[in-house]
């Protein structure tokens, strides 16, 4: 056959047109179908500009004052204006965010991993894991300055607590999906334990580990902007306190529009990061 | 059955083979004191009906399987793990999703830590019609295309036996007729000794030397059927009346297995010493 006619890789689609490249896993988190089109593409821009246009003018018509609700337009010129101010505390979160996720993600993949291997060790463990998932680590904030004070440890610590036990639970869901097929295809060719993990079972997990990590971030990101709002003079969640309790809405609609436009980006980020390497799952 | 003795000594030799697997409800005896031998550069085909040990039985030539009793000889040697010499087609294709057509087949060798005989790869891709599409995902391809890879795979480095689990079970009746020509031609162009688990009672006429029929849980060996048509055979032989009557014997077997375990040989003629 020509090479012509070969179907590039990922780039398949489905009957539906759909894109096919990315994982069952991954789909949980992608809210409904690509985008394909340029229509698409303008539609959804018209959205936004009914929508931020809407609201700039019933807030005018109501002359809404801008400490309860500042207009589209304000926020935008607070954005271009204080994001000098802004930008350092910006810095801050990231530091958080990348230290805590970094760490979180690395012990939990790591214990994920060897967990796995011991049914009876992950019985024992998975119910304190779900605690850890379950409790908002923002609780241990206030425990966790007294202890560190206003730097930055209390928070790395409190983001790596809330995106590690994240990123483990996913990933160990990844491991544990042993399809003894494939398992038994290794072997039979001899394959070694430790080869049967890294090119068969870490393989088969990586599309959970995608969506482990993208949800571990999310909450670190969330963790990260509350444990600043809880103590500590900088970050981002202390803007947010701060412009708030001096009124300052459109500062603060400011920082919001920022961490939104955070959120999306790690989103896209691991989004794509699945899509190009865990694209088999379809 | 179970008293004849080859003269040379098989390629591969199943003595006594029980299996048990540990169950939540208790021991299920799966095979049962299987004996089979197999000479070298022969088609053996295992039948018999769904649930009798029929992958059981293969899982544990290869290796795969450790037997509660009995054993496997591998030209006089035991089997007690996987073996070099061992090609596995498995039930289903098996290809790991991925990795493209290359990789799988280059993945025995990554595991062994051999090089990959390139020439005999190509030609064998070749053969099979699947020159070209090293770079596609076992997704882009037919549900055939990946039943022929696997098979490239597992002749990729040259197993002195290949063991086929219902190697074209899902396949469709054209593309399997296909499948088994391909494989007679492989078979023709470089012998390899080949077990063959089929629920085609036609594939297992068309390809084999000898038919095994295997008896409902726990699975024994029935009935040794001999085919004694000549090589290369054509599609023809199909419809002779001595293939519909074989046909209807094993088919017999098969399904009336409760009732009598041990069905005497086919009246077809007999042209090799059964075991
Ligand atoms: N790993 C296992 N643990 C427990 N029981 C098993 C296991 N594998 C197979 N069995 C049981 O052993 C029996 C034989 O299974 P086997 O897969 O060998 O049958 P088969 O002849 O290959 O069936 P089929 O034709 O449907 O593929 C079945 O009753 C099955 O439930
Ligand atoms: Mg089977």
Not at chain 1, 42 to 58: K, N, R, S
Not at chain 2, 93 to 115: H, M, Q, S, V
Not at chain 2, 262 to 267: M, T
Request: glycine fraction near 10%; charged fraction near 15%; hydrophobic fraction near 50%.
């Amino acid at each position: 056959m020509s090479e012509t006619d070969a179907i590039p890789e990922f780039k398949r689609k489905d009957a539906a047109g759909s894109d096919v490249g990315i994982s069952g896993g991954m789909s949980a988190l992608a809210a409904g179908p690509g985008i394909r089109s340029l229509s698409e593409v303008l539609a959804i821009i018209a959205v936004a500009v009914v929508i931020i246009g809407g609201t700039e003018l019933l807030l005018n018509i109501f002359a809404v004052p801008h400490f309860v609700l500042p207009k589209p337009s304000q926020i935008a010129v607070a954005l271009v204006t204080d994001f000098p101010l802004i930008a350092p505390h910006l810095g801050h979160t990231l530091v958080e965010l990348f230290a805590g996720f970094g760490i979180g993600a690395v012990v939990g993949l790591i214990l994920a991993a060897v967990i796995t291997q011991f049914p009876f060790a992950e019985k024992i463990i998975t119910p304190y894991i779900l605690l850890l998932v379950t409790t908002p680590m923002l609780a241990l904030v206030p425990l966790l300055i007294l202890r560190f004070g206003f730097g930055y440890e209390p928070r790395i610590i409190a983001v790596a607590l809330a995106s590690g036990p994240m990123v483990m639970i996913n990933a160990a869901t990844g491991f544990r999906r042993v399809d003894s097929g494939k398992i038994a295809l290794a072997r039979s060719y001899g394959a070694s334990t430790l080869q049967i993990f890294w090119k068969v079972r870490a393989p088969m997990a990586l599309p959970m580990i995608f969506v482990g990590l993208m949800v571990g971030s999310i909450f670190g990101l969330l963790t990260a902007v509350g444990a600043e709002m809880v103590g500590g003079g900088f970050g981002l969640g202390n803007r947010l306190t701060s412009y708030s309790s001096m009124i300052q809405m459109p500062q603060f609609f400011a920082v919001v529009l920022i961490l939104s436009i955070l959120g999306i980006l790690i989103y896209v980020l691991f989004f794509l990061l699945g899509k190009k390497f865990a694209s088999w799952e379809a | 059955m179970s008293a004849a003795a080859p003269s040379a000594q098989p390629k591969l030799r199943v003595k006594n083979a029980t299996k048990a697997y540990n169950t939540r409800s208790g021991e299920l005896v799966a095979i049962d004191r299987c004996s089979l031998d197999v000479k070298a550069g022969e088609i053996v085909s295992i039948v018999g009906p769904s649930g009798c040990g029929k992958t059981t039985l293969l899982w544990s030539m290869s290796g795969l399987h450790k037997l509660s009793s009995g054993e496997v000889l591998l030209d006089g040697k035991p089997v007690n793990g996987p073996n070099p010499e061992i090609g596995m087609v498995f039930q289903d294709a098996n290809l790991l999703p991925w990795r493209n057509l290359d990789a799988n087949i280059n993945f025995p060798f990554e595991i062994k830590g051999t090089k990959p005989d390139r020439a005999w790869i190509d030609d064998l891709l070749g053969r099979v019609g699947l020159s070209g599409f090293g770079g596609r995902f076992p997704r882009e391809l037919s549900g055939g295309m990946q039943q022929r890879a696997a098979l490239v795979r597992a002749l990729s480095f040259k197993p002195s036996v290949l063991l086929m689990d219902e190697p074209f079970g899902a396949l469709d009746a054209f593309t399997r007729e296909e499948m088994n020509q391909l494989v007679e031609e492989i078979w023709m162009a470089a012998p390899t000794t080949i077990v063959l688990i089929t629920h085609s009672i036609e594939e297992a006429i068309f390809l084999s030397d000898r038919i095994v029929v295997m008896s409902p849980r726990p699975g024994r060996v029935a009935a040794v059927h001999d085919v004694p048509f000549a090589r290369p055979r054509s599609l023809e032989i199909m419809s002779t009346r001595e293939v519909f009557d074989l046909t209807n014997v094993i088919k017999r077997e098969i399904v009336g297995e409760q009732k009598s375990r041990y069905v005497r040989s086919s009246d077809a003629p007999v042209a090799q010493s059964a075991v």
